[in-house]
Structure formats: structure tokens, C-alpha cells
């Protein structure tokens, strides 16, 4: 096995469960380029501070595109002792370019490589996240335009409630995730910022220019303004997971209403082949397993965001190695929430849906509100009409028939107000469309809300 990077003032041997109870590698070999990118930023900056020749440094650059092009062919082999990525590119890079080799670490630590490259790899990875959360906020808008006619139950409690659009429907989901986009956005420049030249935890002794290599790096965030938070601070681990558990429970309503949507008693939606799967048993079934599934990660997802926090509480200022069990974490939560937004992509795009049943779901009590209404506007106080409107639903009940089915003079012995126009209340897209607010059911409230995402997409 290679000597270890610390091994100067060790003599005894390591348990060989300690061995892999240590390594990381498993898990970090997976930020293999940004690790190799840091280096090679930091051997620039070497140079700058005089540690490094240009030579030196270029032997060291060329050098690592050779490791980095193992990495990539699937040719990198890894040796007993490679204890983390960064262990293992830099005993490669020895083997490949000589001693010159072992002056890349001058002045830096694990401690501060080890941030850079989590920040590095969270960066690129979210980036990619936000592209595919556009997306689905953009395949959404576009259905909730295209399908801006179609009625549907709005529910509360899951009990009908009153009148909405399904685009309606479509673009409250869509709200959630422009708010989780946004999150995603503020977020981004705390992960980009740069550990880098904090050493160990006290600074750098051949004072590295840091703003050189965090604009190397495009750390659009700067650099960390203090050394030991610097290699302390999983802040940016956390933060990324919370806006991942977030954006699941978002996605799990929405799956969880779709769910329903699409159970044969509602009928309302149903999920193409390419995201339903059969029973073994059952030759009826479709079963919405894409949609369950995310409604399961979300949980997990929840508790992978507990675990990186409680792994950081209580850990004592700058760098323990108890940080090393958030990665794991780390990954599965990145993973999850890009599989699930592409996976809903893809349901969300394929989906159809069945208006007829969405009108047969609206009963003539759900317009007891709009009945109501009708009174306010002659004068009446709404605390009244509401007593109105309720012995309305009630004489309909009694007598076995829809509201919308009492006569008007029957509506008169309710109330004296009530003329031959109340039939006009009896009208499920008027009463979406009387909803014209801003943020409304209605439809022209619905184009705008349609119009004013396309414009945050189009800037974003
Ligand atoms: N593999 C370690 C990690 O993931 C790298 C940092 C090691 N630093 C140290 N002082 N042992 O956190």
C-alpha cells in the first residue's frame, strides 16, 4: 500500500476495518473532476505565489489532465490506501509526473480542498436541477394555456368546494416550485463561494490569491471571509437539502392530488403507460407507482435533511471528520429531487385528462356560495345570505332535489330579493370567471397568471 499523506509520525498499523471505516472514497471518487479542477486552480495560484515554477505548475496541470482522463475512461485504479479522492488523485499524479508532485499541497489541506470540491460538485449539480425545474414549471404553464377551459372541483378538506380551472389547479403547483426555483437561486452563490487558502483552518502562509482562484473556479459567491468557518461551514449542504425536502413535499402534493385525480371513483386523469405499471394479480389495475414514488422519496428526503443537521450540531469549531457522513446524504438527496422533477416532467407532460368527468364532479350545492352572493349584491349583509343560501341547500335536500333545481318562486319564500335572473347563478364557468382577481379562477386571471411566469422564466 502507498504511505499515507499523514503517515510521517505513525508507526503502528491501522486495524483494516479502521482502514475502510475512514475511506471515502467509495462516495467522493464521485467529485473525481472537481477535485482535479481545484488542484489545477490551485497550482496556478501556486505559481502567482511563487511556490511554483510555470514549468512546475504545468507539469502539475498536464499531469492531472492525465488523471482526470483515467477518471473519465473508467482506467483510474484505485490502490490500497487512497483513503479519500483526494488522497488518491494526488498519489496518481506523483506516480505520473514525480516528486514535483508532492508540492501541490503546499500551504493547503484536505480540510479546504475537501469544501471546495462539495461546493464545486453542489454547484454544477444544482445548476443542472434549477434547467430541469424550469422545465416542469414551463411544461405546467404551458398546459394550464392550452387546457385553460377546462372546469373542475376545487377542494378543500377534500370535499367540493367551489368552481376552479383546471390550470387553475395547475399553476398553484406550479407557484410552490417558482418559489422553490427562487430558493434555488438565492442559495447558489452561498454554495459557489470559496474555501480554498484557508489551509487547515488558520489561512495560508504563501498567501495564494483566493479572488485569482475563486474566479478560476467561477465561485460567483467570492471567497469564504474566514478561515476556520471556512472549513467548518456545511451550511450549503444543508441549505441545498432543505430546498430539496422542500421542493418533495411540493411535489408530493401534487402527486398525492394526482393520486386521487386518477382513481377510478374521481376519473379525472390518467397517467400514460410509460409512468403506470400493472398488478401481478389484478389484470384491471393501473397503478400510479411514479407518482407514489416521489411521494415516498419526499420522506426520505425529510430525513436525509435531519441527518446532515444533526451530523453538524455540536461538532466543535473547524473541521471533525464527522462531516464526511454528509455526503452520502448529500448525494442521495441531489439525486432524488432531480430524478423526481424529471420524472414529474414527464408524467406532467404525458398526462391526460378527462373534462367530462371534472364536470361531473361539480355539484349544483358547490354554487350555495354564488347563491349568496347574488343577495350581496342587492344589499343584503353576507352573514345574512349565508342563512339564505344554507335553507336553500337545505329545502333542496329535503325535497330531494339540486339546489339549482328550486324554482324561483320556492327561492322567494326564502328570501323577497330573489328575482327570475338568480337562474343566471346556475352557470359553474361564471362562477370561476366572477373570481376576477388577481391570482382568481378566473380565465383572464389565469391567462395573466400564465403570461407573468412566462416572464419570470424568460429573465430567470
Ligand atoms: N475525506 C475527508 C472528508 O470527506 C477529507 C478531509 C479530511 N481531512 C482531515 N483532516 N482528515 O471530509
Not at 377551459?149 to 407557484?175: E, I, K, N, Y
Not at 341547500?393 to 319564500?413: C, F, I, W
Amino acid at each position: 500500500a502507498t504511505p499515507k499523506l499523514w503517515g510521517g509520525r505513525f508507526t503502528g498499523k491501522v486495524d483494516p476495518l479502521m482502514e475502510k471505516f475512514n475511506a471515502s472514497l467509495p462516495l467522493d471518487k464521485r467529485m473525481w473532476a472537481e477535485d482535479i479542477r481545484g488542484s489545477q486552480a490551485y497550482a496556478k495560484a501556486l505559481v502567482k505565489a511563487g511556490i511554483l515554477t510555470q514549468e512546475e505548475a504545468e507539469t502539475i496541470v498536464g499531469g492531472l489532465d492525465k488523471v482526470a482522463s483515467e477518471w473519465a475512461s473508467g482506467t483510474f485504479v484505485v490502490k490500497a490506501g487512497d483513503e479519500d479522492i483526494h488522497t488518491a488523485n494526488e498519489r496518481r499524479l506523483t506516480e505520473l509526473v514525480g516528486a514535483v508532485g508532492g508540492k501541490l499541497h503546499t500551504g493547503r489541506s484536505r480540510n479546504d480542498q475537501v469544501a471546495t470540491d462539495t461546493r464545486l460538485w453542489l454547484f454544477a449539480a444544482l445548476t443542472e436541477v434549477r434547467g430541469s425545474l424550469q422545465e416542469l414549471i414551463s411544461v405546467a404553464t404551458n398546459r394550464a394555456e392550452a387546457e385553460a377551459d377546462v372546469l373542475m372541483p376545487g377542494f378543500t378538506h377534500l370535499q367540493q368546494a367551489q368552481t376552479v380551472r383546471w390550470g387553475h389547479w395547475l399553476m398553484s403547483h406550479a407557484s410552490a416550485w417558482q418559489r422553490d426555483d427562487m430558493r434555488l437561486r438565492d442559495l447558489l452563490p452561498r454554495v459557489a463561494t470559496l474555501p480554498l487558502g484557508s489551509g487547515a483552518l488558520a489561512g495560508n502562509p504563501f498567501l495564494v490569491d483566493r479572488q485569482f482562484i475563486a474566479r478560476e473556479l467561477g465561485m460567483v459567491g467570492g471567497v469564504c471571509p474566514n478561515s476556520m468557518d471556512a472549513v467548518s461551514d456545511r451550511d450549503f449542504v444543508a441549505e441545498s437539502l432543505f430546498f430539496a425536502a422542500l421542493h418533495l413535499v411540493h411535489l408530493s402534493r401534487w402527486a398525492e392530488d394526482l393520486i386521487i385525480y386518477s382513481s377510478g371513483l374521481f376519473g379525472f386523469v390518467q397517467c400514460s403507460d410509460a409512468y403506470a405499471t400493472g398488478s401481478s394479480l389484478m389484470p384491471q389495475k393501473k397503478n400510479p407507482d411514479a407518482l407514489e414514488l416521489i411521494r415516498g422519496k419526499a420522506g426520505k428526503l425529510q430525513g436525509n435533511l435531519a441527518g446532515v443537521m444533526a451530523v453538524l450540531k455540536g461538532t466543535p469549531t473547524t473541521y471533525n471528520k464527522d462531516f464526511q457522513e454528509a455526503w452520502e446524504l448529500m448525494f442521495d438527496s441531489v439525486d432524488a429531487a432531480h430524478d423526481c422533477i424529471r420524472i414529474a416532467t414527464g408524467v406532467l407532460s404525458t398526462l391526460s385528462i378527462n373534462p367530462d368527468r371534472m364536470m361531473k364532479g361539480l355539484s349544483a350545492d358547490m354554487l350555495a356560495t354564488d347563491l349568496a352572493e347574488y343577495l350581496v349584491r342587492k344589499g343584503v349583509p353576507f352573514r345574512e345570505t349565508h342563512h339564505v343560501s344554507g335553507a336553500a341547500v337545505k329545502m333542496a335536500e329535503d325535497t330531494g332535489v339540486p339546489l339549482s333545481s328550486l324554482s324561483v318562486a320556492q327561492l322567494q319564500s326564502i328570501h323577497p330579493l330573489f328575482e327570475d335572473d338568480v337562474v343566471k347563478v346556475w352557470d359553474f364557468s361564471a362562477s370561476a370567471d366572477a373570481r376576477d382577481t388577481e391570482g382568481g379562477a378566473s380565465k383572464r386571471s389565469l391567462l395573466e397568471q400564465v403570461a407573468k411566469m412566462r416572464a419570470y422564466l424568460a429573465a430567470e
